[in-house]
């Protein structure tokens, strides 16, 4: 782009404008389009190297702009400032990445280099605290200064951090002795301090999932995590002034009320988002965004719409202050009057001619055109070309070297002159290689430029505004079991009880935790943590409260007894299907590693983790003769799809037919549009056949199939008739088997006999149903969501006839269209007439489960045309449906639902790059009960990947085994909890195999030690049996010292008495592993008796030799058949089992 920018600055115009800008004048530009407005803007940022803030009219243009600018700029160039475009709405809460953005971009502003500041006009009317407070508010933390903990939690709390036992997300900060662990905004990985006295001692990035460090740093920086930040001082003195300021207004008792419950709420530091209304009241030297940055250049976007939107605003304002309630009587200062903040010196651009000339001294129009899009179209190129080749500048810019280079061919091939080199030549035809373009046609410039995306018909991927609140990693299932007191457990003996706490008991000298479960009649047991095996967190579906178990009682052997019976039929099943597909023989297919290069490489997006490890498991399975049967279980939007395009395509250069099965019409659609688009210009023939196909056709599809003509057939169930003949087909992929009705499994099961299978679930699934099944089932799990995936903007409040009009009015005005939510057949015509009512002139469309299939479908199939905008329906699109261009959600009644419905509902939006947004409403004034509240409170954390979205996983996990084992399971399942269900799973897939079946005790000698963990080292009862677990599966010397340097990381120095228990723990395992009976204690020795088996198959020498090489107190003696180790204690400086674990961890291994 430098090249470009360049080229356009040496023109006259463009000079003279930089001028004008440069001496801070006012100017107005017009007769421009969007592309030549942000070229114009580049060439002045190159030139000047000041700060600039483009103000566009509303977010959905401040986003579109950003994400522009990005491809063109470097990261620490372009910022983005989302202001929310609610203003005068009670939300309940609103999830948090928007403010994130606002932060980290005022952040940037006050302390780094000049950059690109896009922001929507709310976003520059807003008032925030001065630049002295924000400086003030920003903290470096370095190595080696000095800082009270204490004084350094409180500051982290009045700047809007939460204090946690464990960071988890952005925003969290944890203390545990002189560690202090804090997550702040714009870096990849949370920090952690390691204190010494008051002195920070070292300073480390660590990892979110293992908690464990990474690299040492020297510093980083603290912002505020919001931008209404105070501390208790500030806020005593706001108090004051509202009492002050309400004393006049004679409120009625129910705003007293709620001016009474803000200030407890601004107490708490709670609902800042929505509060900080009052921030005018703290301060009387607020000040705009604008205001931040030192000698800055103010640009207006589209200048009329902004002028339109502050109209729209001044009313918004004016209806809110003028509602029946007289709480907008406190006269909050919303927002700064546009009219002063437009006085400044700015420069307004717009598209057309709107004859403000009079009002500005400097007027320009910059006449810009529109670039067409060729699609290898290339003789209309030509055309063009040769129409315009001397009256302007062309610049041809590539991203692939290889294509460039082809191009040019053509070009010679025309006789067309052109100039291959860096530097561009005006009235020439330029080739440059150069993925940061846009394309832009510009008469005043006399330049066009012509990207490879706009010559070309495959899109080329491009680089998304650098969003720092974009998912960096997802929440893995194995993370959910978070056990807190009052949770649900279930033992392996005992059964379902209810865990109370951790408590550390003492008998004789030895100190030891128990876990505290009350059971039925409030019977209470207390567990070793040396059995913290036989525990699971209990988890069933939503909704689902177990009985607790009576202690003696049969209720629990028989429930286990019922699932064990059920489970025998599953693990037969299983392994028979799975011995019978290994017996089989299949088509081995062969790599054509060009051609699938070049496929994979018209995928748009970067492959997760999870998809690269996916297809190299299913091009695995693909290339054995034993035929596949795999299931991809992975979140909507996860990319399913892409593996099934990569299965397919394979397929097909291996001359075979592939067979695609949709359990909808639509889906069928849908996914034919994506392979066809993908596939075609491979020359791979796909086509569909569904009940929308004509007659005529389905015969041509029926003929094609059968000669071999056609190489992908994607459908429904009609798939499966018997008129469907394939020539040679090798690949069946089911999409949502679970969907399809009884009889049209059996006709897959018939299909599948000796072809290669792949089938796809939306539903997630418990890791441990993957290891129950690893060995007789394969399966891939795809748990990383799509990098750059924008967090759905969500929102929880009271329904409001304004907020649903400006939602639909937003959502329609960027040309997409609306899901809204009404789980009640009986009233959903009703809705629809107040929604039509709202926003008379969109077209709306009702769905819902009382529908005949096909009414259904042509409804959806209506709404995926965007012949319709508001789609008013039930829980029906809860799956399935795959509408990029729907991208706001309203939910009528979200307290009515569950975590895991609302979770898979909101996975409707935000499938696009566009910024997505869910509304979750309640009825006006409704008094919600304790559970809707806390679960609409919880709803906001799933874009935190938080404890909602891990609730809502959970709980689609166990519906995803049933979807897995059969749904009549369910049943099963809640009455033993998942883990448990899968444990007697495994044991029965184990016991048909003929595997012996590990025991949940442990057999190995117990020497006489504490076994417990300082309540005061280790506070949160969740993470100590986290570390239980882990102390509990320590199989060698080289993992207890990895366990001793996390303990060490992650909680400080660890006593003496912790080191011991790991090392007992070890010793247990190593003892029953080498088949050792029992153990002698007296004063001056410890003696290990060996088995008679196991002294059988020893070496003598290499026990000798090792017992040597540990230590000289070790001795053997030979008695009775057995070995005997000996160690004499006497004359040991440390406890005997560490020279006793030495010794057989080396003889184990």
């Not at 709480?327 to 420069?347: A, C, Q, W």
């Not at 995926?864 to 309203?890: F, H, K």
């Not at 440390?1134 to 006793?1140: I, P, Q, R, S, V």
């Amino acid at each position: 782009m430098e090249n470009i920018l360049k080229h356009i600055q040496k023109n006259p115009l463009l000079q003279e404008i930089t001028n004008k800008v440069k001496a801070k004048q006012n100017i107005y530009i017009n007769n421009t389009n969007e592309d030549n407005a942000l070229l114009v803007l580049l060439s002045l940022y190159k030139k000047l190297n000041q700060t600039f803030f483009i103000v566009t009219p509303n977010l959905y243009t401040s986003q579109l702009v950003y994400d522009k600018l990005s491809r063109v700029l470097e990261k620490d160039q372009v910022n983005f400032y989302p202001q929310d475009e609610f203003l005068t709405n009670e939300l309940l809460v609103s999830s948090n990445e928007f403010r994130l953005e606002r932060i980290n971009t005022i952040d940037k502003i006050i302390n780094h280099n000049p950059r690109i500041v896009v922001v929507n006009l709310y976003g520059i009317l807003k008032p925030l605290f001065n630049k002295n407070k924000w400086s003030q508010a920003m903290m470096t933390i370095r190595k080696g200064n000095q800082y009270n903990i204490q004084e350094l939690k409180e500051t982290l709390i009045n700047l809007g951090y939460n204090h946690q036992y464990t960071v988890e997300k952005i925003g969290d900060f944890a203390i545990r002795g002189g560690i202090l662990d804090i997550f702040p905004i714009n870096t990849d990985n949370p920090y952690r301090l390691d204190f010494f006295g008051d002195e920070v001692d070292v300073i480390k990035t660590f990892d979110l999932d293992s908690q464990r460090s990474i690299d040492q740093v020297n510093e980083f920086r603290i912002t505020p995590m919001t931008d209404f930040f105070y501390d208790d001082q500030e806020f005593n003195i706001l108090k004051e002034k509202i009492k002050l300021h309400i004393e006049d207004l004679n409120l009625s008792e129910d705003s007293l009320k709620q001016v009474d419950d803000d200030l407890q709420k601004l107490s708490q530091r709670d609902e800042l988002d929505r509060l900080s209304r009052y921030l005018p009241f703290m301060t009387e030297k607020h000040t705009t965004l604008l205001d931040l940055a030192d000698n800055a250049h103010t640009f207006f976007l589209d200048y009329h719409r902004i002028l339109d939107q502050n109209q729209i605003l001044i009313e918004e304002i004016k209806e809110w202050y003028e509602q029946a309630n007289d709480y907008p009587k406190m006269r909050f200062n919303l927002l700064y009057d546009f009219l002063e903040v437009d006085r400044l010196t700015s420069i307004k651009i717009d598209y057309l001619d709107f004859f403000y000339k009079e009002k500005f001294p400097y007027t320009y129009s910059i006449f810009g055109e529109s670039v067409t899009t060729y699609n290898e179209n290339l003789e209309y190129f030509f055309n063009d070309l040769e129409k315009n080749k001397n009256k302007l500048t062309h610049v041809l810019a590539f991203q692939d070297e290889k294509y460039m280079h082809e191009f040019a061919k053509l070009l010679k091939n025309k006789n067309i002159e052109y100039i291959l080199n860096k530097q561009i030549k005006s009235n020439a035809i330029n080739l440059i290689l150069d993925d940061q373009v846009f394309n832009f046609h510009s008469r005043t410039f006399e330049t066009k430029v012509i990207t490879e995306e706009a010559l070309r018909k495959r899109s080329i991927q491009r680089k998304r505004g650098d969003y720092i609140s974009v998912y960096k990693r997802s929440t893995k299932l194995s993370g959910i079991n978070d056990l807190k007191p009052g949770d649900y457990v279930v033992h392996y003996h005992y059964g379902i009880g209810k865990f109370l706490e951790i408590k550390t008991m003492t008998f004789g000298q030895q100190e030891t935790d128990y876990i505290h479960i009350e059971y039925q009649d409030k019977d209470k047991l207390y567990i070793t943590l040396d059995a913290i095996d036989q525990i699971h967190k209990y988890s069933a579906s939503e909704g689902f409260s177990p009985k607790l178990s009576k202690i003696g009682g049969k209720s629990w052997s028989k429930a286990k007894e019922r699932v064990r019976k059920q489970v025998q039929e599953i693990a037969d099943q299983l392994i028979d299907l799975y011995s019978r597909r290994e017996k089989s023989q299949g088509f081995s297919y062969e790599n054509f590693p060009d051609l699938e290069n070049e496929f994979s490489e018209t995928f748009e997006y970067i492959e997760t983790q999870d998809q690269v490890k996916t297809i190299e498991e299913v091009f695995k399975d693909m290339n054995k003769t034993t035929p596949m049967d795999r299931l991809i279980c992975g979140d909507v939007g996860f990319g399913k799809t892409e593996v099934a395009l990569r299965a397919a395509f394979k397929a097909v250069l291996n001359k075979k037919q592939v067979s695609y099965l949709a359990p909808t019409t639509v889906l069928s659609k849908q996914h034919y549009e994506t392979f066809k688009n993908r596939m075609t210009d491979f020359g791979i023939n796909v086509k569909l056949i569904n009940r929308f196909i004509s007659s005529k056709e389905q015969k041509q599809v029926l003929q094609g199939i059968k000669s071999g003509h056609i190489d992908i057939l994607i459908g429904t169930h009609r798939l499966l008739s018997k008129d469907i003949e394939f020539k040679d087909l090798g690949l069946l992929i089911i999409d949502e088997e679970q969907r399809f009705g009884v009889l049209h499994k059996e006709r897959i099961k018939e299909m599948k006999v000796n072809i290669d299978v792949l089938s796809l679930s939306a539903t997630p699934i418990p890791r441990t149903l993957n290891m129950a099944i690893m060995g007789v089932k394969n399966m891939s799990l795809l748990e990383t969501a799509p990098e750059n995936r924008y967090p759905v903007q969500t929102y929880v409040l009271e329904r409001n006839k304004i907020i649903l009009r400006d939602a639909i009015e937003r959502e329609l005005a960027r040309k997409g269209q609306v899901f809204y939510l009404f789980n009640r057949v009986s009233q959903i015509d009703f809705i629809a007439d107040q929604i039509q009512d709202i926003v008379p002139y969109a077209k709306i469309g009702i769905a819902h489960g009382q529908m005949s299939k096909n009414q259904l479908e042509n409804i959806i199939d209506q709404f995926i045309n965007q012949e319709l905008d508001v789609l008013i329906s039930t829980t029906i699109i809860e799956t399935g449906i795959d509408i990029p261009n729907a991208n706001t959600l309203i939910v009528h009644d979200a307290d009515m639902l569950g975590l895991s419905q609302l979770y898979q509902i909101r996975g409707r939006v935000g499938r696009s790059n566009k910024i997505a947004y869910a509304y979750l409403m309640y009825e006006k004034n409704k008094r919600l009960t304790p559970e809707a509240e806390k679960r609409l409170k919880v709803i906001k954390e799933f874009t935190e990947l938080g404890s909602g979205f891990k609730i809502a996983l959970r709980d689609l996990s166990i519906r995803g085994a049933g979807d897995v084992l059969g749904k009549e399971q369910s049943g099963f399942i809640d009455s033993v909890g998942i883990d448990m269900y899968m444990k007697i799973l495994e044991e029965e897939i184990h016991k048909v195999q003929g595997k012996e079946i590990e025991s949940t005790e442990n057999k190995g000698v117990k020497a006489k030690v504490s076994k417990f963990i300082d309540k005061d080292y280790i506070e949160d009862d969740y993470i100590k049996i986290e570390m239980h677990k882990k102390i509990k599966n320590v199989r060698s010397l080289k993992e207890v010292v990895e366990l001793l340097s996390e303990i060490k990381d992650r909680f400080g120095h660890y006593s003496i008495d912790l080191e011991i228990y790991i090392y007992e723990q070890l010793f247990e395992y190593l003892t029953k592993s080498l088949d050792i009976e029992k153990i002698k204690d007296t004063k001056s020795q410890r003696v290990l008796i060996v088995s008679k088996e196991s002294t059988k198959k020893m070496a003598g020498d290499q026990i000798f030799k090792s017992g040597l090489d540990v230590s000289k107190d070790i001795r053997f003696a030979y008695k009775n058949e057995q070995i005997h180790i000996i160690l004499d204690t006497v004359n040991l400086k440390k406890h005997w089992l560490f020279t006793m674990v030495e010794f057989l961890d080396k003889i184990n291994s």
